[in-house]
Structure formats: C-alpha cells, structure tokens
C-alpha cells in the first residue's frame, strides 16, 4: 500500500510564501515522476508543476519564476517553494507521483497516486 502526505498549506497575504512538502511511503520500488496539481473551487484541476526522477522540472505558465519544486529521492519525498503568491493561487494543491511496486502475485506495477490535497489560500 503506497500513500502520498502533503503538508505546509495555509493562509498568507500576498506576495508571501509558502512551502508545500510530499512525502510517499510504503512497498515502493521506484518513484517516477513526481508533481502538483491544485484545483480551485469552480475550476478543473490543472499541472502546477512535475518533476522527473532526475530533477527535470516543467512549470505551468502561471507559476514559472514564482514557483520552484524539488525531490530527494532518498526520502521519497518532493517539495514545492511557493514566492510572490498572489490571490488567483488559492486553490486545494495536491501532490501526485507515478510509483512502481511488486504485486502479491509476482511482478511490478506503475500506478500514479495521489495526496489528499492541502489548503493554499491567498488572501489580497
């Protein structure tokens, strides 16, 4: 059983910040990809930010320059390093990792899994 734990949102005025951390665990072979996502009430969720095994990252327009994420590969854990936060980025953020595992029955599965999301508000 893998789980994905996100931790740090909160409430903060504009133009603070705010870190987000992400940590998986459980029956892990490898970790692939890694990333953020955040929905906003009335809104699709959308790619905040992925992050491949060896640190390439790729950031939606709205949050490049602002936003920075990184991994540790060691802790099975991503990160992400929110600046100049403005009030369009509240949202719920959820942390998402594509995971390889061994089965019961023998052999491996790469499944993408998903936090439970945390709170950002940004208040104006």
């Known amino acids: 059983q893998v789980q994905l734990v996100e931790s740090g949102g909160g409430l903060v005025q504009a133009g603070g910040s705010l870190r987000l951390s992400c940590a998986a665990s459980?029956?892990?072979?490898?970790?692939?990809?890694m990333g953020w996502y955040r929905q906003a009430p009335g809104k699709q969720r959308e790619l905040v930010a992925t992050i491949t095994s060896r640190g390439k990252t790729n950031y939606a327009e709205s949050v490049k320059g602002r936003f920075t994420s990184s991994r540790d590969n060691a802790k099975n854990t991503v990160d992400l390093q929110m600046n100049s936060l403005e009030p369009e980025d509240t949202a719920v953020y959820y942390c998402?990792?594509?995971?390889?595992?061994?089965?019961?029955?023998?052999?491996?599965?790469?499944?993408?899994?998903w936090g439970q999301g945390t709170q950002v508000t940004v208040s104006s």
């Open positions: 459980g029956s892990i072979v490898r970790i692939n990809d």
């Open positions: 998402t990792a594509r995971i390889t595992t061994f089965q019961d029955e023998g052999g491996l599965r790469t499944t993408d899994y």
